[in-house]
Each structure stands twice: as C-alpha cells, then as structure tokens.
C-alpha cells in the first residue's frame, strides 16, 4: 500500500469515527500520526496563496510552521496545537467535508507526483529536511513586509510542495520547495536592495535640491 492510500483509508477512519463519537481537532490530527504534519501544513498554506499581503496574520502562520518544524526535530509524533485548538469538536458533516476535500486534493496531486529521490524523504535526513523547510519559510512568511506583494505567496509555496512531497514521498518535490525558499531570499534580498538604493536617491535628491534653495 502506497503512503498516499495509507493516508485515505486513515482519513476514511476519522470520518466513520466522528459518526459514532466525538471527535476533536487533536483526536484527528492523532490518527493521521506523521502525515498531521504534511496534512495541516498543506491545509494552512492555501490561505496565503494570494498575491497581497494578508497583514499579522502571516506572522501568526509563519510562526505556526516554524513551530511545526521544531516539532518534528523534537521528535514529536503529530502536531501540538494550542489546547483551546485541540480541544474544538467538529461535527461528523465537518469531519466528512474536511476529509473528502482532502482526499480529492491527494487524488488530484497523485498524478503528478511519485516516490523518487527517497533519500530527500525517508529516514532521519528526511525528517532534518522536512523540519528545516517549514522553519524557515515559516520564519520569511512572518517577516512583516506589509507592501511587499507575494510575500507570503512565495514562502507558502515552499511549504505546500515540501507537504506534497511528504504525503507522496516525492522527494523532487522538496527540491522545488529548497527552490522557493531560495527565490523568496533573493526576492526579499532585492526589496532591501531597491530599498537602500531609493533612499540613497532620495536623500541626493534632497541635497541637491537643499542646495539650489539656499544658493
């Protein structure tokens, strides 16, 4: 059985779960065991997929994620979240939306991704990766750059891919995700850049015309 359909039939699981009794947020994400890491990470991404920037809240998420990475390095088995998070009770038509969207989307990425470059994926480096991946776009997305478009757009790449290949064990997908990270670097690194040049513009500008006024 592949990773993917592991994680459908334990999706399936919470479904008939919440059926019976009730199931909170933690329960949940407890029975995905590491594919919670992947599974809400991806979730949580998808609101910062546009292109103006969305304000604290980015600090907020990128906080999360970088909190998710230092989880896995920690050897935590699922994710932790706030115990007032954990501790909602979604209903049995929740769950059931929640996990049928989640297994089109896991379908519908299936036929783009497959297992290669297992060394990028599998074992303790895997695990090192996964976590480094999420700590550091989770610490770019919270940069506060309030004017800046795309900037949380391009560090929710990286983790949308690194999620991607983790639920697929594609490990060509971390690639693209190292390759976001790298880009949402130079992108900010340009910003500052094009920052310093203004003001270094600005202010011989502001001579230049200082000195005509007083000449």
């Known amino acids: 059985m592949s990773n993917h359909q592991a994680l459908i039939q334990k999706l399936h699981g919470i479904a008939k779960k ?11 994400l407890s029975a995905l065991n590491h ?12 609101p910062f997929m546009q292109p103006f920037p969305v304000g604290p809240i980015s600090v907020l998420g990128g906080v999360t994620f970088a909190a998710f ?5 920690k050897g935590y088995t ?3 979240l706030p115990q007032k998070i954990n ?3 979604l209903s049995a038509d929740n769950w059931r939306r929640i996990t049928n969207a989640a297994i089109k989307i896991i379908q519908w990425t299936e036929k783009f991704t497959r297992p290669r470059l297992a060394l990028l994926i599998r074992g303790s480096l895997g695990i090192r990766i996964e976590a480094f991946i999420l700590i550091l776009s989770g610490i770019l997305m919270a940069v506060p ?13 990286a983790i949308v891919f690194c999620a991607l290949g983790q639920l697929h064990k594609d490990g060509f997908f971390i690639l693209i995700a ?36 007083v000449s």
């Open 18 to 28: 919440a059926e019976r009794q009730s199931v909170n947020i933690e329960e949940g």
């Open 35 to 46: 594919f919670g890491f992947s599974f809400i990470s991806f979730l949580l991404a998808l």
């Open 69 to 73: 990475g230092w989880q896995i390095l």
């Open 78 to 80: 699922a994710p932790h």
């Open 87 to 89: 501790e909602i009770v």
């Open 145 to 157: 750059f309030g004017i800046l478009p795309l900037n949380n757009f391009f560090p929710g790449l």
């Open 178 to 213: 190292f390759f976001w990270i790298l880009f949402t670097i130079l992108y900010f690194a340009a910003f500052f850049i094009g920052l310093y040049l203004l003001g270094l513009e600005g202010i011989h500008n502001f001579s230049h015309w200082l000195h005509q006024l």
